[in-house]
């Protein structure tokens, strides 16, 4: 075979391999995605989203979504308001397409320990945090409700304590721990014909907001959702006599429609809250009336009850912090020092 002079070739001769991705060029511009349709995620389900659109209106119907590529790992919690685009009927053999996270107003976090940073979405613009716990059978645990009022204060979050089982044991004294923060609670408890005293009173306070459902199994939070909404028939369990702990009952967070206006998100029953991804300084931030006195205090200062050189103590004594400083010096210590000690909780 002879070769071809040199300076014969041209253009024609070179083969170009065809691009696996196609021969259009790619291009900078996106979707804006100005028609997709918004929605609320109202739970999660193996990579599956479940949205209400139109809720509360004659057009209401529930859609199931998958997440668009171009979100990434981009956490879509309950709560969540984002945009669609796609089959938004409502029809269940279709699939809509989640294209837009709607900036959040609160988002809820914690670790599964505390020497893991790894954060653990909860649900997203919760308003209110409502820490139900039971005044006794299983008997209250002031390291998780502690650990809960960090999570809400640092996520900005208002938190209500709802106190269940009052007619086993009086509330009074376990109030006087929390006093000082000025955390409203509601007192509830079951009647013997089976209706719930205090009801009322925490659906006023329910009312208008997004509330978050947060506590051990056992203390009766799915009793006050199935009481709530009527029809959810939320699953309830009983406390172990040897353990003195709830059995798991709710798997998964859920978002629902309260018949007066405002949503409910009933999560999972928790036995640990871990704040590895919070820091002291945000916690000290959560109370501005401290966080004020900061400036007096030595480069470094944990304030806590033994650091030297802490101004707060004075500055407390002398008023700076208004009359309810000096207890709320101690509940910020409280809180603090359940922060600052780096091990699992088993609460």
């Known amino acids: ?16 391999r065809p691009s696996r991705r196609g021969s259009r060029p790619r291009t900078k511009d996106r979707p804006d995605f100005s028609d997709a349709v918004t929605g609320r995620v109202v739970a999660v389900d193996r990579g599956r989203w479940r949205t209400v659109i139109d809720a509360g209106t004659d057009a209401e119907r529930s859609v199931t979504a998958v997440r668009a590529r171009a979100l990434g790992r981009s956490p879509i919690v309950p709560g969540d308001v984002v945009g669609m685009t796609g089959d938004t009927s409502g029809r269940t053999d279709t699939l809509a397409r989640i294209v837009r996270i709607d900036e959040r107003s609160s988002f809820l976090r914690r670790s599964a320990d505390d020497d893991d940073s790894t954060e653990r ?10 820490i139900v716990t039971a005044l006794a059978d299983p008997e209250p645990r002031g390291g998780m409700i502690d650990r ?19 007619d086993l044991k009086d509330p009074s004294d376990f109030l006087t721990t929390y006093a000082p923060l000025g955390v409203e609670y509601v007192v509830t408890h079951r009647e013997a014909d089976g209706s719930i005293a205090g ?10 907001e997004t509330s978050v459902l947060i506590g051990h199994s056992g203390v009766g939070k799915s009793t006050l959702i199935n009481a709530l909404v009527p029809g959810t028939d939320r699953a309830t369990g009983h406390v172990n006599d040897v353990t003195g702990r709830g059995r798991h009952t709710s798997s998964s967070a859920l978002a629902l429609q309260l ?15 871990g704040l590895g991804h919070v820091t002291p300084e945000e916690l000290l931030g959560a109370f501005a009336d401290l966080a004020a006195l900061e400036e007096n205090c030595p480069r470094g200062c944990t304030h806590a009850e033994d650091a030297p050189d ?13 009359p309810a ?11 603090d020092d359940a922060l600052r000690k780096n091990n699992p909780w088993d609460l």
């Open 121 to 130: 979405p909860l649900v997203a613009n919760a308003t209110q945090m409502v």
């Open 148 to 166: 809960c009022l960090v999570a809400a204060y640092v996520a900005g979050i208002r938190p209500l304590l709802c106190l269940t089982k009052s």
């Open 259 to 273: 018949p007066g206006g405002g949503w409910v998100i009933d999560t999972p029953g928790v036995r640990s809250f």
């Open 310 to 322: 802490c101004a707060m103590d004075a500055l407390v004594e002398q008023g700076a912090a208004g």
């Open 1 to 16: 075979m002879s070769r071809r002079p040199r300076g014969s070739y041209d253009e024609s001769d070179v083969r170009i």
């Open 199 to 208: 009801l009322d009173e925490l659906r006023q306070r329910l009312g208008g």
């Open 325 to 335: 400083g000096p207890a709320r010096l101690a509940s910020f210590r409280r809180l």
